[in-house]
């Protein structure tokens, strides 16, 4: 850990692609509840997985409609899931990644959090950094309290314990008291 720690450092320091280079167990969060749902996850599962640092294997939960959580009034409902996958870089670096397929997608660089969106997509978690920055907080600050985001996760991590967390996936899940409805729409990823 003291080499990834190090590592780590020096990427937000400024240094070099081969000076920061490292393989980290990542998983990120789709969601999307305008236009063709579907698609929108579809694509960004794609692109994220097409990413030059992003390694095999990949995980991919099965797809979800959820109800909005914490979106404006008459919000549609929105389609998630979680992809796990090996990353061979920086967590900002993959940060930054992300956000341009977002914007690729078609979701303006400036939204508004808590606002629908064509896609969505959160960092969960970097292998067992702990980060708090203003830019990216990891694990995900509101990762154990998200039935649309422990759901999907059990899937395929139910036995992951998440940095600052003492239970597993599957207990986090089991003990939530939330009343968002989270439904399997489908277990594969085909249009």
Known sequence: MAAVSAAFFREFAGGTAASTAFEMRTAVALGSNLG?????????????????DAQPPVLS????????????PGAQKFLNAVVEFDYE????????????????????????RNVSRKIDIDLLYFGDME???????????????????????????????????AKRVRELLAQLDDSCNVVRLRNDWEL
């Open 131 to 165: 980060i708090d920055r203003n830019e990216l907080q990891l694990p995900h600050p509101r990762i154990h309290k998200r039935k649309f985001v422990l759901q999907p996760l059990a899937d395929i991590r139910p036995e992951l314990i998440l940095p600052r967390q």
């Open 61 to 72: 939960s099965a797809i979800y409609e959820t109800d909005p959580v914490d979106c404006e």
């Open 36 to 52: 063709d749902r579907l698609y929108n996850l579809c694509a960004a599962r794609q692109k994220i997985i097409d990413l030059p």
């Open 89 to 112: 870089g920086g967590p900002l670096n993959l940060w930054n990644q992300l956000a341009a397929i977002e914007i690729a997608l078609g979701r303006p660089p400036h939204h508004q």
